[in-house]
Structures are given as structure tokens and as C-alpha cells.
């Protein structure tokens, strides 16, 4: 009896612990192959990534390299015809001519050569960010019943893909990873009977690959096109190995074949020479050593890297329903309601990011680092009117500072061209960035007006270099940003000029993120305008910046006096007759009510311009201004309407937002008007797949759940009713802490905070809490904040009572 009941409760025991860990575990799983790429499974160091289809038969494994870009310098994007043409262009636009300085633009002010080619520019300079090439593997298998029990798998724990199945009585195993400590891609094929494993392998790439056979190495080369017809191309060098038990291997001309092995590494080693002009010595580096360590080592310390990262942030929404398939998930979602499942979305955003970018390398561009095409879709690059500045919403808030970096060092490197293009096109002093940008410095303005005339691209690449210092309080780094920050403020004190009607000072040209207008008269539809309001609330905040810079950092120079004299010229934000918040100085008629930018709400989300706290007018025009735009629109432009309204503090119609965008979908031609939503990868669509989405998306979660942009913490405040009970841990905030919270039946339990600076932390308490407790004891609570007087990694812990 009594052993029966000691076994029953060991029994018991694990059970629970087994089922307590899977129902932790953050996972994308699926019953069958991927027929789809918008099926495969991501898999990424920051540098180099991995899609594997997971097909039983023949499997297609897509690899990427974040620096396959084509292209190279190109020095006629400067355009010295244009500033002939500027003032015209600005009589134009102060006589409200504003379609004549348009045709004048489209003709003469734009980049000189062919920009972007509307987005198809692999073999121009501008290039294309592209995809490395195709791993195809063709499995032989002892018996050739059908498989079952298939599972495919990529877990967000360990940054582990795999697949299982059993045929003819044997069951298969493989694992994908792409190794964030030896930087190498490997996949282990493993069965559970020997000598089972046997395949072939082949490389190939739709393009400039040259593809060989070198001892038991195949190996795939090339040089990526210019655009100028020369040499100066990017350089690639992939080779892939296999470490095998009990097999043979043999090559081919173009292929390796492995036979009857136990088990088989296949290890893929690549770089480029855009960054490492030691390339081909590293690839070989990289897959000697990880030829020593056996898969089991690699995937230890593989895991342990990647962990170290990705544990730092713990959101608790419910149990995950590990027992279906994400893809099952996803569709019922519009309907079950799963927390748990927006708690996966959430993580899957910080996954992306930790396996999509690093510090030493090349910001996330419009694919992140994975692409299936020579020529991506815009040229997977960076887009400077909100795409690129979307990837990098969560990081600071989700713990992933460092990975900021990249992001900052591209700001940094843009300063001499876009130092070349304020003197030629504007005769203007300091930098800018237009539009559109690439590994190759871009900054000209675009090819076409209607997008590419916007010149706050560079001014809003700066708010993230002072994101990054308000979270992280980092004097020495904002010491090394002051001139960057400063030079673009320069290029605005030089650059703007009087409007007529109030003589407020204003970017002229310009245009709204890529929104037109009508005006009587003419019967274009008419972008390009004088200080849209967009370019207002970025100038407002780099001046800010620059100001509150130079304070901390004791400097006082012309640049500073200069700004505070501009100031107060710029224009308010000004709230039109039918009440919701003017996109341009002008209330023209809209060319597109509903259009998926949303720009003119900078100020609301990611600036903190238009606030329900400080500035309760501006928030209900902008508030009405969502109405206006509606609740649809492309992946990412769902994505900015969650942080919108997670800022208004409406939890329930944030929640509406991510709803929609987690619409199933899975078609992948452009379109800006339908087929918006989430892949069966969870891959954002804009479509076609673009990463921005998901990253505004886990920034926009966070957003509903911690707020500190009103220099103090707000807990919660957009909580939808869906998510009544829940916990987090490890969300940041700025002024420098960590923060943890749990809530129950929609009200705030508990919150630990960590600083990581030392500092006075003041805490919104929500209206509920009658008092707050801290070790036991009553806190005061002063006008609904309390506040926390913490030392450099001290920490506290609260409890609200209501
Ligand atoms: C801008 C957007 C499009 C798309 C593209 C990459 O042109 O308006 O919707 O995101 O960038």
C-alpha cells in the first residue's frame, strides 16, 4: 500500500513537472512539412539564418546572409542639377502652387541616377539585399511507407528547430541550428536504427554562384552585381561538410552524398566580404572548430548564448495549448481568444530580433535577415519613413538593448553622405537622410516625390539614438552621439524657411509618409507640401534632444542657442474644424482617408508629443484621426495602431488592433489594401512578408503593459479585459530599471523594480489601490504615485492593495 502510494505520487510528480514545462515551453509547431516558405521556420545568429521546410523526402533549406546586398557606393545619387531647381520649387510652395512644384520635383529634384528603380534594383547601385542561396537535401530511406507522426518544430526556449517522424519502423530526428557561439549553421540527422541515414546534398542559388566540389567539401561562390558594370561587388563563400557515424561519404561534381550512416552533422560555414575582408579564411575558421565539438556541445553552448538574451523577459498570459498546432492557433485565435497564444506572438518578436541582428553587424532590414529572393520585395531595404525604426521599437523596452547597436552605428555611418546631400541638394549645413537607405549610405532623395521627397528620415533614426540613452542613462555613450544629434539639427536650423500665413518655420519641400492631397484647381494628387506635420513633431523632439543633451553634458554652443531661438517658431499642431489632428499645415482634402501611414501621430507613438495626461486636446484629435484612418491596413501600419491606442490607454481597441493583426493569411504578392495579417510562421504580412509588423507587434504588447514616457511608470495601461490575470518580469523602463508585475481580475497585485541606475522611480498607482505596501510596510502615496528612491542594482518590491 505504502509503495503503491509513493510511486502513485512520483508519478504524480513528474507528470505535473512534465506538464508544468510544456506548458511553459514557447514553441511553433506543425504536423507537417512547410508547402510554403511562409511555413519554414526561422532560424538565425544575427548574422547568418537558416529556413528549413522540414520535408521528408527532399528538404529545402533556405540560407541568408544579412550582408548578401548588391549594390555598391554610388556617387551619382548626388544630384548637382537639383538645387538649381529649390528655389522655384519653394516660390511654388509659399504661393500654395503646390502641384507645379511637384511636376518640377518629379522632373529635376530628385536622386541623381536611377535610386531604388521602384524597388527592383538588384542591378543597379542602389542593389537589393538578397537572399544567400538553396540547400537542397534529398533523404533515401530504407522502407518506403508513408511517415507518420510527423512534427515539426522550432522552439523559442533553446532557438532549436526540428522534425520527427517514424517510417518503416524507424524514427527519424533532425535538428537546425544556427549557432550563436561557433557561427555556423548546422543540422544533426539522426535516426533510431543504424546506418538509417543516407542523403544527398546539393547547393544552388538563382544567380552568380558558382558551385564545386573540393574534397568532401561543396562549396558555392560569387560576387554579387555593383551596378556599375565593375568590381566592386560583394564576395560570398558558403562550403558545407558532413561530420557523420558509420557512413560514407562520396562527392559528386556538383553535390556530396552520405550513406548509411548512424548520424550526420551537416555544418554550412558563410560569410561575405562587406564587412570581413578576411572572408574566406573565416569561413574556414569557423567550420574547422565547429568540426571538433560534437552536436550535443555546440547546441549546449549555442542555447546557453541565446538564453542568456531571451530569458530576460517573462510574459505570463496563461498556459500555452501545446496539444495543437501553431498554425490551429492562429485561425482560432480570432475566435478563442488565447492569451497564451498573444504571450507566444509577444516572444516570437524578441526571438526575431536576437536571431535576426547583432551587434557587430547590419540593422534588421525589411525581411529582417531571412529572404527566399534575389530581388526582395522594395529591395529589403532600409525604409527611413517608419519601417526600419519599427524593427527597433521593442528592444529597449524588451530587454535587448545591445541589439540596438546595430542600429545606432548605421545612424552614425549616414553622417558624410548625408552631410554631401544637405550641401548639394539644399546648400544647407549638418545631415539628413531622405527616405529610403542601404549598406551603400543612400541618402539622397528618392526617385519619385510622392515618397521620396521626406527629408526627416535621418531626424527619426536620431530619436532612436536618444531612445537608447533614456533607458539606459549612459552618459559616455550620449557623449559619443551629441554630433550626430546635433548635426541633424543643423541641417533644420539652416533648412527650413518662413511660411507666409503665420511665418512658422518649415521643411520646404517635403511631403506625409506617402500620404496625397487635393487642391482645388489641379487635378493631381499632390504630395509634396511645406511642414507636414509629421516632419514638425520630429524636429520638435531632435531640437528637444539636442537640448536636453547639451545640458547633461555641460555643453553650451551655437548650435544649442540657435535651436532654442528656433524653437518656438515651428509650428503647433493644429486640430482641424471636423476635429481630428491635421496631417499637413493646410487642412487639404486627404487622397486616401484610410491610408496605411499614420505619420502625422509620430507625436503620439513612438514620440510623446500628444498625451490623454498632458495634452487631453491633442489626444482626442488624434484619437479622431484613428477613427478616420480605420482599424485595417497593411501588417505593419496594424501593428503602429496597437502602440496608438495602447497610448490613448484604451486597452480593448489596442487588443482589436492585434487581432487584426494576427488575421491568418497566406498569400505573398504586394498589396497595400488586402491579405494583411500573420503567416502560418508567424511571419508578419504586409503582404508580401515583412518583419516590421512583428516587431511593432511585441512592441505594441509592451506598450499595453508598461508605459514610462511621462517620466514616471505607468503599470498596465492599456490592459484589455482578455487578459484579466497575468505576470511579466524583466521589461524595461526609461530612466534606467527592470521591472517585473503580476495583476489579477484587472487589477495591478504586485511590481519589483531593479534599477540599473541609481534614481528616484515614481510609480503611477492605479485608482483601485487603496495602499501600497513595500516589505509589509505602508508607502506614502502622493497625488496617485509613490516614489522609489533606489540605488544602482537595488531592488524593491511593492504590493498595491485595493
Ligand atoms: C513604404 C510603405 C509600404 C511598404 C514599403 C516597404 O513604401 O508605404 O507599405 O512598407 O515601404
Redesign the pocket.
Known amino acids: 500500500m505504502k509503495i503503491t502510494v509513493t510511486l502513485l505520487a512520483v508519478v504524480t510528480l513528474l507528470s505535473c513537472t512534465a506538464s508544468a514545462e510544456t506548458a511553459n515551453e514557447l514553441a511553433l509547431r506543425y504536423n507537417k512539412p512547410a508547402s510554403t516558405w511562409e511555413e519554414t521556420l526561422p532560424l538565425g545568429n544575427g548574422r547568418i539564418g537558416m529556413m528549413p521546410d522540414g520535408g521528408i523526402d527532399r528538404e529545402l533549406v533556405v540560407l541568408n546572409d544579412i550582408t548578401m546586398w548588391s549594390g555598391s557606393e554610388d556617387p551619382e545619387a548626388i544630384n548637382p542639377e537639383a538645387i538649381g531647381y529649390l528655389p522655384k520649387i519653394r516660390e511654388l510652395l509659399l504661393a500654395g502652387k503646390n502641384g507645379d512644384a511637384q511636376r518640377i520635383m518629379y522632373e529635376h529634384f530628385r536622386c541623381g541616377g536611377v535610386g531604388s528603380s521602384g524597388g527592383k534594383s538588384k542591378n543597379a547601385p542602389y542593389g537589393c539585399f538578397q537572399m544567400l542561396g538553396n540547400l537542397r537535401i534529398n533523404y533515401q530511406y530504407p522502407h518506403q511507407e508513408a511517415a507518420d507522426n510527423y512534427q515539426r518544430k522550432l522552439s523559442l526556449n533553446d532557438a532549436v528547430a526540428s522534425t520527427s517522424f517514424t517510417r518503416g519502423g524507424i524514427t527519424y530526428n533532425r535538428e537546425y541550428l544556427a549557432s550563436h557561439s561557433d557561427d555556423v549553421l548546422a543540422i544533426r540527422v539522426a535516426a533510431d536504427r543504424r546506418g538509417a541515414v543516407s542523403f544527398e546534398l546539393e547547393l544552388s542559388r538563382p544567380e552568380r554562384a558558382t558551385i564545386s566540389v573540393k574534397g568532401e567539401s561543396l562549396i558555392m561562390e560569387g560576387q554579387l552585381n555593383d551596378g556599375h558594370n565593375g568590381d566592386k561587388g560583394v564576395r560570398y563563400l558558403t562550403k558545407v561538410e558532413i561530420v557523420n557515424k558509420g557512413g560514407t561519404v562520396s562527392a559528386g561534381s556538383k553535390s556530396l552524398s552520405l550513406s548509411n550512416a548512424d548520424e550526420a552533422i551537416i555544418l554550412i560555414s558563410t560569410s561575405t566580404d562587406m564587412l570581413d575582408k578576411e572572408y574566406l579564411a573565416t569561413v574556414d575558421r569557423l567550420l574547422e572548430r565547429a568540426k571538433r565539438f560534437s552536436f550535443v556541445k555546440m547546441k549546449r553552448a549555442h542555447t546557453a548564448l541565446y538564453k542568456e538574451k531571451f530569458d530576460r523577459v517573462e510574459l505570463w498570459l496563461g498556459e500555452q495549448d501545446n496539444s495543437r498546432t501553431t498554425d490551429k492557433r492562429l485561425a482560432s485565435f480570432q475566435t478563442d481568444d488565447d492569451p497564451a497564444f498573444a504571450a507566444l506572438y509577444f516572444q516570437y518578436g524578441r526571438y526575431l530580433i536576437i536571431c535576426g541582428t547583432n551587434e557587430r553587424t547590419l540593422p534588421l532590414n525589411?525581411q529582417g535577415l531571412w529572404a527566399n529572393q534575389v530581388q526582395t520585395?522594395?529591395n529589403g531595404d532600409y525604409?527611413l519613413?517608419?519601417?526600419v525604426q519599427m524593427n527597433y521599437w521593442p528592444v529597449e523596452v524588451c530587454n535587448l538593448s545591445e541589439l540596438h547597436q546595430p542600429l545606432i552605428t548605421f545612424t552614425q555611418s549616414l553622417v558624410p553622405s548625408g552631410e554631401a546631400t544637405a550641401k548639394a541638394f539644399y546648400g544647407a549645413e549638418g545631415w539628413l537622410a531622405h527616405m529610403m537607405s542601404n549598406p551603400w549610405k543612400f541618402t539622397a532623395p528618392g526617385e519619385h516625390a510622392s515618397?521620396g521627397a521626406t527629408n526627416t528620415g535621418g531626424a527619426w533614426l536620431c530619436a532612436h539614438l536618444w531612445e537608447h540613452f533614456a533607458f539606459s542613462q549612459d552618459k559616455e555613450y550620449l557623449r559619443t552621439i551629441y554630433p550626430t544629434l546635433a548635426g541633424a539639427a543643423k541641417f533644420f536650423l539652416s533648412g527650413m524657411i518662413a511660411e507666409p500665413k503665420n511665418g512658422w518655420l518649415v521643411t520646404a519641400p517635403s511631403s506625409s509618409?506617402?500620404n496625397g492631397f487635393y487642391i482645388p484647381g489641379d487635378k493631381d494628387r499632390i504630395f509634396v507640401c511645406m511642414g507636414p506635420t509629421m516632419d514638425v513633431q520630429l524636429i520638435k523632439e531632435l531640437f528637444t534632444n539636442v537640448l536636453s543633451a547639451a545640458s547633461i553634458l555641460g555643453i553650451e554652443d551655437g548650435t544649442t542657442a540657435r535651436i532654442r531661438e528656433t524653437l518656438p517658431k515651428l509650428p503647433p499642431m493644429q486640430i482641424s474644424s471636423s476635429g481630428y489632428l491635421q496631417e499637413w499645415l493646410e487642412d487639404y482634402r486627404e487622397a486616401d482617408p484610410q491610408h496605411?501611414?499614420v505619420s502625422h501621430l509620430y507625436g503620439l507613438y513612438p514620440s510623446n508629443q500628444i498625451s490623454p495626461n498632458t495634452t487631453p486636446e491633442l489626444a482626442a484629435a488624434a484619437r479622431e484621426t484613428l477613427e478616420r484612418r480605420g482599424d485595417g491596413g497593411?501588417g505593419?501600419s496594424r501593428a503602429w495602431k496597437i502602440n496608438f491606442w495602447a497610448r490613448l490607454q484604451d486597452g480593448n481597441r489596442a487588443y482589436k488592433l492585434l487581432k487584426n493583426l494576427l488575421e491568418p493569411t497566406a498569400g505573398d504578392e504586394i498589396s497595400?489594401s488586402s491579405g494583411a495579417g500573420t503567416y502560418a510562421n508567424l511571419f508578419c504580412a504586409?503582404p508580401p512578408f515583412?518583419i516590421?509588423g512583428n516587431l511593432g507587434g511585441t512592441a505594441g504588447i509592451a506598450e499595453m503593459l508598461i508605459q514610462s514616457q511621462d517620466g514616471y511608470i505607468q503599470l498596465l495601461p492599456a490592459l484589455p479585459d482578455r487578459w484579466a490575470s497575468g505576470s511579466f518580469k524583466g521589461l524595461r523602463v526609461r530612466g534606467g530599471a527592470e521591472v517585473d508585475a503580476s495583476w489579477k481580475n484587472s487589477r495591478l497585485l504586485s511590481a519589483t523594480l531593479r534599477a540599473e541606475t541609481g534614481g528616484t522611480f515614481r510609480v503611477k498607482v492605479p485608482d483601485h489601490v487603496t495602499a501600497v505596501k513595500r516589505n509589509g510596510k505602508r508607502i506614502t502615496v502622493e497625488n496617485g504615485y509613490i516614489a522609489l528612491e533606489l540605488k544602482k542594482g537595488q531592488e524593491a518590491r511593492v504590493e498595491f492593495i485595493s
Open positions: 525589411l520585395p522594395w525604409h519613413n517608419i519601417n515618397w509618409p506617402e496605411r501611414h497593411t505593419w497595400m504586409h515583412q516590421d
